[in-house]
T-cell receptor
């Protein structure tokens, strides 16, 4: 199956700083990328959907100014958590899809904000 | 809107026991159905899928059949192993296929030796 990578796998930052997470589709062109957030022992919550070259569509309740998403190419999307706070600590997972094909998930990034 | 309901567990079984994790869904149209597995500290891995009614998805001894009449996609395995300990997510997508993913709450499975 297709491979999606995320970098970094873990990041620890101080409160008030910004953190960028990269999501790459390694062997296919992803027209759409999705960003999810997973709280401990909970299911995945879709945060936003991004299509290459256009603005991301955010789910209700997700602050677009706090979670900046850029999908600059068909193989790369980035999620930047701006002015991070401890409540932003979570497991962030991206997925990528090509057209209407299935989504392939990345391994996730664990963010800890001190 | 679309939704997925699954038994939340935790489910604790002895090695070689039979596993069933129930999953039912509500959707407009004809969604595709998936089971994903998440091992501790890792992302999601696709376990199996079915894209139309009566399809059976299978992988690594796990099976699930797309039942349109009961809107179900129950996960089964005849003999679980300790290495199967993980969280299992039932999910649906679409239409269109691959879009509009909705995940169930996840079921934590612990298999004891």
């Amino acid at each position: 199956g297709a491979v999606v990578s995320q970098h970094p796998s873990r990041v620890i930052c101080k409160s008030g700083t910004s953190v960028k997470i990269e999501c790459r589709s390694l062997d296919f062109q992803a027209t759409t990328m999705f960003w999810y957030r997973q709280f401990p022992k909970k299911s995945l919550m879709l945060m936003a959907t991004s299509n290459e070259g256009s603005k991301a569509t955010y789910e209700q309740g997700v602050e677009k100014d706090k979670f900046l998403i850029n999908h600059a190419s068909l193989t790369l999307s980035t999620l930047t958590v701006t002015s991070a706070h401890p409540e932003d600590s979570s497991f962030y997972i991206c997925s990528a899809a090509s057209g209407y094909n299935e989504q392939f998930f990345g391994p996730g990034t664990r963010l800890t904000v001190l | 809107g679309n939704s997925v309901t699954q038994m939340e567990g935790p489910v604790t079984l002895s090695e070689e026991a039979f596993l069933t994790i129930n999953c039912t869904y509500t959707a407009t149209g004809y969604p595709s159905l998936f089971w994903y597995v998440q091992y501790p500290g890792e992302g999601l891995q696709l376990l199996l899928k079915a894209t139309k009614a009566d399809d059976k998805g299978s992988n690594k001894g796990f099976e699930a059949t797309y039942r349109k009449e009961t809107t179900s996609f129950h996960l089964e395995k005849g003999s679980v192993q300790v290495s199967d300990s993980a969280v299992y997510f039932c999910a649906l997508s679409g239409p269109p296929y691959g879009q509009n993913f909705v995940f169930g709450p996840g079921t934590r499975l612990s298999v004891l030796p």
